[in-house]
């Protein structure tokens, strides 16, 4: 009885332990979009992409790795210096045998067992599993791993990239070599693979030509499939909570790192990985800088906040943006600025729909805001509304918070962000009552097939709801001794 009650424990620890991220993306979504590329660029080609290497931060101590983006978009792989190789027309075994015979070794997808007219198609190079520095920095996949759990067809390590790469791209009778650009950008190892990659293609300039995969890529990513969509849900939904606690918790005496804190807290308390951006909370003076950063000034009493913050779940980002005023009550004159900029944010997400281009959404935010600022007496002409918003009402959000995409209309699939924003610092050509006013509101949004979903809809962003939830105490009210 004993024996079966520890046997019981051990699969039940077992199952938790699998049962960790049981939201990752599966092999066959990055498969799929491996197989998406290959068809878009056709036979005659072949694409190389290069991961990240780790960042040194300071003497010895590195950055936390993250992954190029469009590198996870086609392999899944969160380890640094790999490289992954696509051959639509394929190889045949001959050319990477001989390459293996000339290195001493065979690999984990043994050459001998793959038919002679069988054609390699991918391949991943990657670093092998080594037990010693394993020890220091954690369990790698090795090739054996890129195979069995991310679902590779082939798998080399990395050190054999320059012995294979050269028979690769003459064997395939590439007349074009899909790479990344800028070539100059990559250190250690990679720098070292890009160099070989040049020199191949330089030798053959006559019939090889580089060409840039991002255009390609850009089409790709901007309409999200169903399992990203998900991911982003998520962020998004860790991120609106991060904001009721951030609106909870401020009060005045406290300093923007202290709400930047709550914030972080609360993603990786629910399973962030990492904050998609360096977060903002801009309060008086520091609320009309859009990218301000540093979060060490002392929160005033009558300061208004701008609170732009974004969780990063499993690679996909969130970005929420709330202003909020320090004492739990707007001013007047805050008052009237927050209403222009919540009014040109809704009338701005009622526009969104297939078929609708960026351009209209830029409009409609400008014109709402431009009428709110005249009949307030800050501006004169509809063209001076530049002064005090003067960027983009929204972008693409997915992999990276700023996501790839291509100019044109919205379509189904794609998840973009409706932020506008008024910024008045102090010594503008208007009444000084509203000098360092900053309000921006964000929301991420969905475009449907037959209209939008506003994804982040549970931060509060009316006044009124503002001001009920920050009567509430939040987590960062708690005294810590």
Same mark, same amino acid.
């Given at each position: 009885?004993?024996? @079966?009650?520890?046997?019981?424990?051990?699969?039940?620890?077992?199952?938790?332990?699998?049962?960790?991220?049981?939201?990752?993306?599966?092999?066959? *979504?990055?498969? !799929?979009?491996?197989?998406?590329?290959?068809?878009?660029?056709?036979?005659?080609?072949?694409? /190389?992409? =290069?991961?990240?290497?780790?960042?040194?931060?300071?003497?010895?101590?590195?950055?936390?790795?993250?992954?190029?983006?469009?590198?996870?978009? +086609?392999? $899944?792989?969160?380890?640094?210096?790999?490289?992954?190789?696509?051959?639509?027309?394929?190889?045949?075994?001959?050319?990477?045998?001989?390459?293996?015979?000339?290195?001493?070794?065979?690999?984990?997808?043994? +050459?001998?067992?793959?038919?002679?007219?069988?054609?390699?198609?991918?391949?991943?190079?990657?670093?092998? &599993?080594?037990?010693?520095?394993?020890?220091?920095?954690?369990?790698?996949?090795?090739?054996?791993?890129?195979?069995?759990? +991310?679902?590779?067809?082939?798998?080399?390590?990395?050190?054999?990239?320059?012995?294979?790469?050269?028979?690769?791209?003459?064997?395939?009778?590439?007349?074009?070599?899909?790479?990344?650009?800028? *070539?100059?950008?990559?250190?250690?190892?990679?720098?070292?693979?890009?160099?070989?990659?040049?020199?191949?293609?330089?030798?053959?300039?006559?019939?090889?030509?580089?060409?840039?995969?991002?255009? /390609?890529?850009?089409?790709?990513?901007? %309409?999200?499939?169903?399992?990203?969509?998900?991911?982003?849900?998520?962020?998004? !939904?860790?991120?609106?909570?991060?904001?009721?606690?951030? @609106?909870?918790?401020?009060?005045?005496?406290?300093?923007?790192?202290?709400?930047?804190?709550?914030?972080?807290?609360?993603?990786?308390?629910?399973?962030?990985?990492?904050?998609?951006?360096? !977060?903002?909370?801009?309060?008086?003076?520091?609320?009309?800088?859009?990218?301000?950063?540093?979060? &060490?000034?002392?929160?005033?009493?009558?300061?208004?906040?701008?609170?732009?913050?974004?969780?990063?779940?499993?690679? =996909?980002?969130?970005?929420?943006?709330?202003? %909020?005023?320090?004492?739990?009550?707007?001013?007047?004159?805050?008052?009237?600025?927050?209403?222009?900029?919540?009014?040109?944010?809704?009338?701005?997400?009622?526009?969104?729909?297939?078929?609708?281009? *960026? %351009?209209?959404?830029?409009?409609?935010?400008?014109?709402?805001?431009?009428?709110?600022?005249?009949?307030?007496?800050?501006?004169?002409?509809?063209?001076?509304?530049?002064?005090?918003?003067?960027?983009?009402?929204?972008?693409?959000? $997915?992999?990276?918070?700023?996501?790839?995409?291509?100019?044109?209309?919205?379509?189904?699939?794609?998840? /973009?962000? %409706?932020?506008? $924003?008024?910024?008045?610092?102090?010594?503008?050509?208007?009444?000084?009552?509203?000098?360092?006013?900053?309000?921006?509101?964000?929301?991420?949004?969905?475009?449907?097939?037959?209209?939008?979903?506003?994804? !982040?809809?549970?931060?509060?962003?009316?006044?009124?709801? /503002?001001?009920?939830?920050?009567?509430?105490?939040?987590?960062?009210?708690?005294?810590?001794?």
């Amino acid at each position: 009885m004993k024996l @079966m009650k520890v046997l019981f424990l051990l699969a039940l620890f077992s199952f938790l332990t699998l049962a960790q991220d049981l939201d990752l993306l599966p092999p066959s *979504f990055f498969k !799929s979009n491996r197989e998406q590329f290959m068809k878009e660029i056709g036979n005659e080609a072949v694409a /190389i992409f =290069y991961s990240n290497s780790l960042k040194t931060r300071s003497n010895d101590v590195e950055y936390r790795f993250k992954q190029d983006n469009n590198f996870f978009y +086609l392999t $899944g792989l969160n380890e640094p210096d790999a490289v992954l190789v696509l051959i639509p027309s394929g190889i045949s075994r001959s050319v990477l045998k001989l390459a293996s015979r000339a290195t001493g070794k065979y690999y984990d997808l043994t +050459l001998d067992t793959i038919k002679s007219d069988f054609k390699i198609r991918e391949i991943l190079f990657i670093k092998e &599993r080594d037990s010693l520095r394993e020890v220091w920095t954690g369990r790698t996949l090795g090739t054996k791993g890129a195979v069995e759990k +991310l679902g590779f067809q082939f798998a080399l390590p990395i050190d054999e990239f320059k012995s294979v790469i050269r028979g690769i791209i003459f064997s395939s009778r590439a007349k074009t070599v899909y790479f990344p650009y800028p *070539f100059d950008c990559q250190e250690g190892i990679l720098k070292e693979i890009v160099e070989v990659i040049k020199s191949v293609v330089n030798s053959q300039r006559s019939r090889v030509q580089f060409a840039d995969p991002t255009p /390609i890529l850009a089409r790709m990513r901007m %309409i999200k499939k169903p399992e990203e969509i998900e991911l982003i849900k998520k962020a998004v !939904s860790i991120t609106t909570k991060a904001h009721k606690q951030v @609106m909870m918790s401020c009060e005045p005496g406290m300093y923007e790192y202290e709400l930047q804190a709550v914030a972080e807290y609360i993603f990786t308390k629910l399973g962030a990985e990492y904050p998609a951006f360096p !977060s903002i909370v801009g309060s008086g003076e520091n609320s009309v800088i859009l990218h301000y950063s540093s979060n &060490r000034k002392k929160i005033n009493d009558g300061d208004l906040i701008v609170v732009d913050i974004g969780a990063e779940y499993h690679n =996909y980002c969130a970005d929420v943006t709330r202003t %909020i005023p320090a004492n739990g009550r707007f001013s007047p004159e805050q008052r009237e600025i927050y209403e222009i900029v919540l009014k040109a944010q809704e009338e701005t997400i009622k526009l969104v729909r297939p078929g609708v281009s *960026f %351009i209209d959404l830029q409009f409609k935010a400008r014109d709402v805001i431009a009428e709110g600022l005249i009949k307030l007496g800050i501006i004169k002409d509809k063209s001076d509304v530049t002064k005090y918003f003067m960027h983009g009402v929204t972008h693409h959000l $997915g992999l990276d918070v700023h996501d790839i995409g291509i100019p044109g209309n919205l379509e189904p699939g794609m998840v /973009i962000t %409706i932020e506008p $924003g008024i910024y008045i610092p102090a010594g503008s050509d208007c009444d000084p009552k509203y000098w360092n006013i900053g309000v921006r509101i964000e929301d991420d949004v969905l475009v449907t097939k037959d209209g939008y979903v506003v994804l !982040s809809a549970d931060a509060p962003k009316t006044i009124e709801e /503002i001001e009920r939830l920050m009567k509430r105490r939040g987590i960062g009210n708690e005294l810590i001794d």
